[in-house]
């Protein structure tokens, strides 16, 4: 992992140097005869291909912002999306990896010097290269196949320094995210980061959610076999990655799919008083016996008393059209700023729209949906706009928030038609009257 501040942030300052630069030379090629739309195709493409290698070579900050990113692009428009799609996707499960010597270097350090005594097999091709860690495949000394997810060597100073660049870019990569304020999740990702530096937390996570749906038939979590402050082994799981299922599923397999993640989203409060909070499809596998397998649980918010009771009333009266007592139930949480005045109907108005996945049996989540409501919230010339501006969104509000419009973004990518009502009724306190 490259670790200079000087050089990563050179880096990152190349992605708006670059798309400025290529904007230059396709004014220069229409000038010569070329189209428009041939034009911007190509400096789309080559855009992405910047973005994928900058963001991925410098793994840290920079790529765990871009796969954070990744589950918004169902809002974008098709036109100008297509080419991010395949750079963030790539994001979701690969990036560059490190060398297998430095990788047995972390291992000797972390599991001891003996550490290749405690495996039967350990293969030094990675399987999998994420933000700050890659991943092995292996075989433990008891015959189990094993996951071995290694930390890269300097994640630490990369991702504080990455994270802080980021920023001063915000408004770049809002173009890929209308509708997502960049900046709040910039600033969640940063606040969050010490905690998924430290393996060991993320195991105590793996556990807990272990536990709580061990021998479940719908969600496999992967038991933690061993743990160090940065490598991690857990159980190895075949399956196929929703990246996958998105960009060639059946109809009923995309479904199905959807239908699991949001069955896994509502329910793990109440059964895990647990959230996983890290939601792009990198994380979540379908395997072959119709179970989903969840991984990743470095990012993870505890909710001892459950998903808080507010969010099914606030759903529920914007359900029943009730917009003043809608109103006064997000002031007292403090969606609403003291000094704001907000016409009750207009803040209904406002969200009516995003809890229309809840107003009947079944709902089909589509990237047209998605992007209708990005296209909603950002129109300056629009009411919902300026509404929005005048809400707040709570600091112990944003995790949750961040999770569930991740999710939903997910279950666009998917083009998944299921019945969320029914499952927000069984496990969302304080949605049922």
Same mark, same amino acid.
């Given at each position: 992992m490259p670790r200079g501040q000087a050089m990563r942030t050179a880096k990152l300052a190349s992605l708006p140097l670059g798309i400025a630069g290529r904007a230059v030379g396709g004014w220069g090629r229409r000038l010569t005869g070329q189209s428009a739309e041939e034009v911007n195709a190509a400096l789309s493409a080559r855009a992405a291909e910047q973005l994928f290698e900058v963001l991925g070579t410098l793994k840290g900050g920079a790529m765990k912002f871009g796969?954070?990113?990744?589950?918004f692009e169902a809002a974008v428009p098709d036109e100008?999306?297509?080419?991010?799609?395949?750079?963030?996707?790539?994001?979701?499960?690969?990036?560059? #990896?490190?060398?297998?010597?430095?990788?047995?270097?972390?291992?000797?350090?972390?599991?001891g010097r003996s550490w290749a005594d405690r495996f039967a097999r350990f293969d030094d091709e990675p399987a999998a290269a994420a933000s700050i860690g890659q991943v092995h495949r292996a075989v433990?000394?008891?015959?189990?196949?094993?996951?071995?997810?290694?930390?890269? #060597?300097?994640?630490?100073?990369?991702?504080?320094?990455?994270?802080?660049?980021?920023?001063?870019?915000?408004?770049?990569?809002?173009?890929?995210?209308?509708?997502?304020?960049?900046?709040?999740?910039?600033?969640?990702?940063?606040?969050?980061? /010490?905690?998924?530096?430290?393996?060991?937390?993320?195991?105590? /996570?793996?556990?807990?959610?272990?536990?709580?749906?061990?021998?479940?038939?719908?969600?496999?979590?992967?038991?933690?076999?061993?743990?160090?402050?940065?490598? +991690?082994?857990?159980?190895?799981?075949?399956?196929?990655?929703?990246?996958?299922? +998105?960009?060639?599923?059946?109809?009923?397999?995309? /479904?199905?799919?959807?239908?699991?993640?949001?069955?896994?989203?509502?329910?793990s409060p109440a059964r895990a008083r647990l959230l996983h909070s890290d939601p792009h499809p990198g994380n979540f596998m379908l395997l072959n016996d119709g179970r989903m397998c969840v991984i990743d649980f470095g990012a993870v918010a505890r909710l001892p008393q459950g998903a808080p009771p507010m969010?099914?009333?606030?759903?529920?009266?914007?359900?029943?059209?009730?917009?003043?007592?809608?109103?006064?139930?997000?002031?007292a949480e403090g969606f609403v700023r003291p000094d704001s005045e907000l016409d009750a109907d207009d803040?209904?108005?406002?969200?009516?729209?995003?809890?229309?996945?809840?107003t009947s049996d079944r709902f089909h989540f589509t990237r047209r949906w998605a992007q209708k409501q990005a296209l909603r919230m950002g129109d300056t010339r629009n009411q919902d706009f300026h509404t929005g501006r005048s809400l707040n969104l709570p600091p112990n509000w944003l995790l949750i928030h961040r999770v569930t419009a991740g999710a939903v973004g997910i279950l666009c990518q998917l083009d998944a038609e299921l019945a969320l009502r029914s499952i927000v009724e069984r496990w969302q306190p304080g949605f049922a009257a």
């Open positions: 796969q954070a990113l990744s589950v100008l999306a297509a080419p991010y799609r395949e750079a963030l996707t790539k994001l979701q499960t690969a990036a560059p #990896p490190m060398p297998p010597r430095q990788t047995r270097r972390v291992l000797a350090e972390q599991l433990w000394h008891d015959g189990r196949e094993v996951a071995v997810k290694v930390q890269y #060597p300097g994640a630490d100073e990369a991702l504080h320094s990455d994270l802080r660049q980021l920023q001063r870019f915000s408004r770049l990569f809002q173009a890929l995210a209308p509708g997502t304020d960049v900046k709040p999740l910039l600033s969640e990702l940063a606040a969050r980061m /010490n905690e998924e530096l430290d393996y060991r937390t993320e195991a105590a /996570n793996q556990r807990g959610f272990a536990r709580a749906f061990d021998g479940d038939d719908q969600v496999l979590i992967p038991k933690v076999v061993a743990s160090a402050p940065k490598v +991690i082994v857990t159980e190895w799981v075949d399956g196929t990655p929703l990246a996958t299922i +998105i960009k060639e599923g059946a109809v009923d397999q995309r /479904n199905e799919a959807g239908r699991l993640l949001a069955e896994f989203h509502y329910s969010l099914g009333v606030i759903m529920r009266l914007a359900l029943e059209g009730r917009s003043t007592e809608l109103l006064d139930a997000l002031r803040v209904y108005t406002y969200l009516l729209p995003l809890i229309a996945p809840l």
